[in-house]
C-alpha cells in the first residue's frame, strides 16, 4: 500500500470520516443569524405576533464550550451500531441509494403499521414540515397551532401569504383543542400540533388529542409534529399514527435527530393520507436529499433497542437532577416530556444569555406570556451539573 492509499479496514478504524463535519452547514446558519442580528443592535434574533427569542452575545466556537445545550440534540448518539454502518456505506457512494432507501421505507412501514404510499421519507422532519408549507399555502389561508410553537411550518406558511392563528396553551400547559377547533374558518389550510410541544416542552392528553383529529380532520387537515414523541413516558403509544389507518386526512412528521442522536445526519419521515402525500409529492421529492450512508445508519439505530432505551433512561435521570434543582432554587419550570427544560427567569433575557455564554455554556432564551425564559437541552449529567452550578450564581 503507497503512503496515498490506505484500507478500507484502516481508514474504517481512524475515523477519517466523522459525524461531526456532517453538522457544519446548522451550525453555521445559526452563527450567521446571530452575526447579522448583532451588527444590526437587534435584541430579538427571532421575533413572532406572540413570542420573541432573544439574541445570544457573540456565538462561541463550538469546539470551546463546556456544555451544549442549546438545540436540543442528543449527547450520547448516533448509536456505535449507526455509525459503523453509516461508514461501511461511503464505500457505496458512487451509488444512488434508491435500493436502499426503499428497504428502509419497508422497515418504517412495518413499526408503524401504514402503507407503502402512506409514507414520505425526508431530510429530517423540518424539511417536511416546510415542504408541507410550500404545497399548501401557495394561494395563502391560515394555519392554526399553539402560542408558543415550532416555527418551521408557520413560517414557510407564512412567507407565501399565509396567516398564523396561534392559540395560547391551556394553564395545565396543554393544547387547546376546543379553541383551535372554534378557529378553523373557510379560510383555513391546516392545524399544526407538536406534541410534546416546543418550546414548552409539554404534551397534550393522547386520547383528547386523537379524539380532536379524528373530528376536526374531516374538515381540514391536522398535522402532528412528534419529534421528540420517544422520549414522553407512553413513548409511541402516544402516537396518532393509528388515524391515517383509519383514513383521517391527517399528517404525522417523526425524526432520526433526537432519541437517535443523528440530527446532523438529517433523516426523518411523514406518513398520511395517500392523497395529501400525492399532492405533496407532485410539487417536491423527500427522498432525493438523503444520503445512502445515512440511510444505512437510520435503519441499524431502528433495530439498536438497548441504545435507544439507555439514551432515554440517562435523558430522563438528567432531566429530573435538572428538574429538582430548578425547584430548590424557587423556580418552577414547565413539566417536560421531551430531552429539554424551559423555565422562567427574572432577568432581561440578552443579560441573562451574556452571562452565561461567559461561563461558555449555550442555551436558548425567550420571551412570552409577559415572562423572559431559558430553554435548556438536556446533555450528559456532566453538563446538566455545569448548568445549574453555573445558574445557581445567575439567578440569584
Known amino acids: 500500500m503507497t503512503t496515498t492509499q490506505i484500507s478500507r479496514r484502516e481508514w474504517l478504524r481512524k475515523g477519517f470520516l466523522t459525524f461531526g463535519a456532517m453538522t457544519l452547514v446548522p451550525t453555521e446558519i445559526w452563527s450567521n443569524t446571530v452575526k447579522d442580528a ?73 413499526k408503524e403499521g401504514v402503507n407503502e404510499d402512506q409514507i414520505m421519507m425526508g431530510p429530517g422532519s423540518s424539511d417536511l414540515l416546510e415542504k408541507t408549507a410550500l404545497v399548501l399555502f401557495q394561494n395563502g389561508g391560515n394555519i392554526i397551532s399553539a402560542d408558543p410553537s415550532y416555527m418551521s411550518l408557520v413560517s414557510v406558511a407564512k412567507s407565501f401569504g399565509g396567516n398564523w392563528k396561534p392559540i395560547k396553551l391551556t394553564k395545565d400547559y396543554q393544547h387547546d383543542l376546543d379553541a383551535m377547533e372554534a378557529a378553523i374558518d373557510d379560510q383555513t389550510k391546516l392545524v399544526y400540533i407538536t406534541n410534546p410541544n416546543n418550546p414548552t416542552a409539554t404534551i397534550t392528553d393522547a386520547k383528547k388529542l386523537k379524539s380532536f383529529c379524528a373530528r376536526v380532520s374531516d374538515k381540514v387537515p391536522v398535522f402532528i409534529d412528534e419529534a421528540y414523541l420517544e422520549f414522553t413516558d407512553e413513548g409511541d403509544t402516544n402516537s396518532m399514527v393509528s388515524l391515517i389507518a383509519e383514513g383521517k386526512n391527517v399528517l404525522i412528521s417523526r425524526t432520526f435527530s433526537k432519541i437517535h442522536g443523528m440530527a446532523g445526519l438529517r433523516i426523518g419521515y411523514m406518513l398520511g393520507s395517500t392523497a395529501l402525500l400525492e399532492k405533496i409529492q407532485k410539487i417536491t421529492r423527500g427522498g432525493m436529499g438523503i444520503s445512502g450512508p445515512t440511510i444505512a445508519a437510520a435503519s441499524a439505530s431502528m433495530d439498536d433497542s438497548e441504545f435507544l432505551a439507555d439514551t432515554k433512561q440517562k435523558i430522563m435521570d438528567a432531566r429530573i437532577y435538572t428538574t429538582n434543582f430548578l425547584k430548590e432554587m424557587g423556580i418552577t419550570p414547565m413539566p417536560s416530556e421531551t430531552n429539554f427544560l424551559i423555565f422562567p427567569i427574572k432577568m432581561d433575557g440578552n443579560e441573562f444569555l451574556e452571562k452565561i455564554y461567559a461561563k461558555k455554556i449555550v442555551v436558548r432564551a425567550f420571551t412570552f406570556w409577559d415572562q423572559n425564559w431559558c430553554r435548556v437541552s438536556i446533555g450528559t449529567m456532566e453538563e446538566m451539573k455545569l448548568f445549574t452550578e453555573s445558574i445557581s450564581t445567575i439567578l440569584v
Not at 46 to 65: A, H, I, M, R, S
Not at 71 to 76: A, Q, S
Open 38 to 110: 448583532q451588527r444590526n443592535n437587534r435584541e430579538f434574533l427571532y421575533q413572532n405576533p406572540v413570542f420573541d427569542e432573544f439574541t445570544p452575545p457573540k456565538f462561541p466556537d463550538l469546539n470551546t464550550v463546556k456544555a451544549r445545550l442549546v438545540w436540543n440534540e442528543n449527547p450520547y448518539g448516533p448509536s456505535k451500531k449507526a455509525a459503523k454502518a453509516f461508514q461501511e456505506k461511503v464505500f457505496d457512494g458512487n451509488h444512488y441509494s434508491w435500493n436502499s432507501l426503499e428497504e428502509l421505507v419497508k422497515k418504517i412501514i412495518k
